[in-house]
């Protein structure tokens, strides 16, 4: 069964960088799109973007050019960098696995709060 | 983008009840398309139904996903206390992937 857990700061700054990691614990990395979800109250839930091994990502148009996914496939993790954050970026970030076959996210990281605060 | 809704926004029912859940996108996302999923408080979201009505794996034959095109229904029979929880639709037919504003369902 894979696991799939994130990583990263629970608090960041308004203004700075959010970057968090997903570890992906086994499995094929290339047969699946690796994705990034987040939750927050005003906005419910909010696919923000995915990335593919054999392809360059595709991100939400809501993050315009704040949002960077990337794919590191030797060390089985995928990140996710959000920059110039603002409150409207606390939430609960998810990583999620695409699974291209059934055209749905299957598996989902447990999540992580981060609060953007001064 | 498409716009998912869902209706109602929450519903109480009592165990043994039935549940009927509504999602409608505001463009066609074909049947291949739309996923549902249950969300518990503290947990992750987990994938119920995806292709409007395919089970996902372990997912109990109470829970049924129905539609196509626009308008689509998960019911949910014989309500147990463990299916309070929050459900969401979702469409992975275009760019960017949205889901609906989500259905409490609420055990009495």
């Known amino acids: 069964q894979v696991d799939l857990r994130e990583s990263g700061p629970g608090l960041v700054r308004p203004s700075e960088t959010l970057f968090l990691t997903c570890d992906v614990s086994?499995?094929?990395?290339?047969?699946?799109?690796w994705n990034w979800i987040r939750q927050s109250r005003d906005k419910g839930l909010e696919w923000i973007g995915y990335v593919y091994h054999h392809a360059g990502p595709n991100y939400n148009p809501s993050f315009r050019s704040r949002v960077t996914i990337s794919l590191d496939t030797p060390k089985r993790h995928f990140s996710l960098e959000v920059k110039s954050v603002t409150s409207a970026d606390t939430a609960i970030y998810y990583c999620?696995?695409?699974?291209?076959?059934?055209?749905?996210?299957?598996?989902w990281g447990r999540g992580t709060v981060v609060v953007v605060s001064s | 983008e498409i716009v998912m809704t869902q209706s109602p926004a929450t519903v109480s029912l009592s165990p043994g009840e039935t549940a009927t859940l509504s999602c409608r996108a505001s463009?066609?996302?074909?049947?291949?398309?739309l996923s549902w999923f249950q969300h518990k408080p503290g947990q992750s979201p987990r994938l119920l139904i995806f292709g409007a009505s395919t089970r996902a794996s372990g997912i109990s034959e109470r829970f049924n996903g129905r539609g196509s095109g626009t308008d689509f229904t998960l019911i949910i029979n014989t309500l147990q206390p463990e299916d309070s929880a929050v459900y969401y639709c979702q469409q992975s037919y275009d760019l960017p992937f949205t889901f609906g504003p989500g259905t409490k369902v609420d055990i009495k």
């Open positions: 463009q066609s996302v074909g049947s291949d398309y």
């Open positions: 999620a696995r695409g699974s291209p076959g059934i055209a749905a996210s299957d598996v």
């Open positions: 086994s499995g094929s990395i290339s047969s699946y799109s």
